[in-house]
């Protein structure tokens, strides 16, 4: 079992809709992180949450917007995607975003849009 | 941008034989990570190695690293099948707050 908690773990959403991903942690973790993955590609950084402040944001289109309401929890919400957003959604997180730090992955939402 | 580059990039062996695989990087870095990924899950950290050090072991798990020819090598000895899946290997630099490179990872099937 994972220690970072990502639900759902599918969603199908058409070009319109509006939905939100979750993550959740419970180590104690200040450094929260959204991936993207395609198949057979590496993930690919899109924010970085440090002390529950935005501190890295790869240049990702307004459809995505991030949150991040305390230490322990990191939303993703979605809006207007197009249907190459169809991807796996991973959350990370590690003690302080330091680069000395493993970081710990959750089992991901694997995203299709319709 | 990746700053890794894994090879091979599949590798087919049996169970009991050992896989070996490479990463290369192009920047300077102050450590390096392997990350193992079964088919559907999230990614699972298996060892970090600092820019000071030049081997270490966890369990079935050996890694070295050598910054003057900027590569680094996975070695799993006395594979199962458990361990088919795809390795990645990850570098962080002290300008790189929170940023991980990633290589385009390397795929394992282990066969019984």
């Known amino acids: 079992d994972t220690e970072v908690t990502q639900t759902p773990k599918h969603l199908v959403m058409g070009m319109t809709n509006k939905k939100s991903l979750k993550c959740e942690q419970h180590?104690?973790?200040?450094?929260m992180y959204w991936y993207k993955q395609k198949a057979k590609k590496p993930p690919e950084l899109m924010f970085v949450?440090?002390?529950?402040?935005?501190?890295i944001n790869e240049s990702v289109p307004s459809r995505f917007s991030p949150e991040c309401p305390n230490s322990s929890l990191l939303n993703l919400h979605l809006h207007a995607l197009q249907p190459e957003d169809s991807a796996l959604y991973l959350c990370?997180?590690?003690?302080?975003?330091?680069?000395?730090?493993?970081?710990?992955f959750g089992d991901g939402t694997r995203l299709s849009i319709l | 941008s990746q700053q890794g580059e894994e090879d091979p990039q599949a590798l087919s062996i049996q169970e009991g034989e050992n896989a070996t695989m490479n990463c290369s990087y192009k920047?300077?870095?102050?450590?390096l990570q392997w990350y193992r990924q079964n088919s559907g899950r999230g990614l699972v950290h298996l060892i970090l190695?600092?820019?000071?050090?030049r081997e270490k072991h966890s369990g079935r798990l050996r890694v070295t690293l050598d910054t003057s020819k900027k590569s680094s090598s996975l070695l799993i000895t006395a594979s199962r099948a458990a361990d088919t899946a795809s390795y990645f290997c990850?570098?962080?630099?002290?300008?790189?707050?929170?940023?991980?490179?990633f290589g385009a990872g390397t795929q394992v099937v282990v066969t019984p």
């Open positions: 990370a997180s590690s003690q302080d975003g330091h680069w000395d730090q493993p970081q710990h």
């Open positions: 990850a570098t962080g630099t002290t300008d790189s707050w929170g940023k991980l490179q």
């Open positions: 949450y440090s002390y529950e402040k935005l501190s």
């Open positions: 920047t300077s870095i102050n450590n």
């Open positions: 180590m104690g973790h200040r450094a």
């Open positions: 190695i600092r820019s000071n050090e």
